[in-house]
């Protein structure tokens, strides 16, 4: 790799890695996955970095997070993961946005994999419909039918509250 590209590369990554993660988080629903997963995208988009055309690499990049979350999904599925005790005890929330925040993400991850990934895209990303189908490699119907099908899903679940407008906030 070219100087040129490592350092637009490294302002890349400097500049995008929050959005990245927030992002991975909404899919993995764990902290520590979210960054395993966050570094397995990026290491990909270096490999292809100097191939990825001009122009903003944003969306390059969070397709292959995408991916590589139902890949992992996929994995981790046909494996045993052993859960281990945190080492420290998290207190209880204090704020009520926090204790909305980790409602809602409770909501979204009991919804299925593919729906949870459109309305993230979709809500947490503010990409078009257009857009989320082309990141998730579906039809703009499905993306459609996932949408209307994932929030009366979380409409039942979070009660009367707009579950889109709460996605966002997370």
């Known amino acids: 790799m070219r100087a040129r590209d490592e350092a637009a590369f490294e302002a890349f990554v400097a500049a995008r890695s929050d959005e990245l993660l927030r992002t991975a988080v909404l899919l993995t629903r764990d902290r520590g996955h979210a960054e395993d997963l966050l570094q397995t995208a990026l290491v990909k988009a270096y490999r292809r970095w100097s191939r990825i055309d001009g122009g903003d690499p944003y969306p390059y ?38 204790a909305e925040r ?6 979204l991850a009991t919804l299925p994999p593919r729906m949870r990934a459109v309305l993230v895209l979709r809500y947490a ?9 082309a990141a ?22 979070l009660g009367d509250a707009a579950p889109a407008t709460l996605i966002e906030e997370c």
């Open 61 to 98: 990049v969070r397709r292959v997070l995408v991916t590589s979350a139902a890949s992992w999904r996929r994995l981790r599925s046909s494996q045993e993961i052993v859960a281990l005790p945190a080492v420290e005890p998290a207190g209880p929330d204090t704020t009520e946005h926090v």
């Open 102 to 107: 980790e409602r809602v993400a409770d909501a």
């Open 125 to 133: 990303e503010d990409l078009s419909e257009a857009d989320t189908a």
């Open 136 to 157: 998730l490699g579906c039809s703009v119907h499905t993306v459609k039918s996932q949408t209307v099908r994932g929030l009366a899903r979380l409409r039942v679940l």
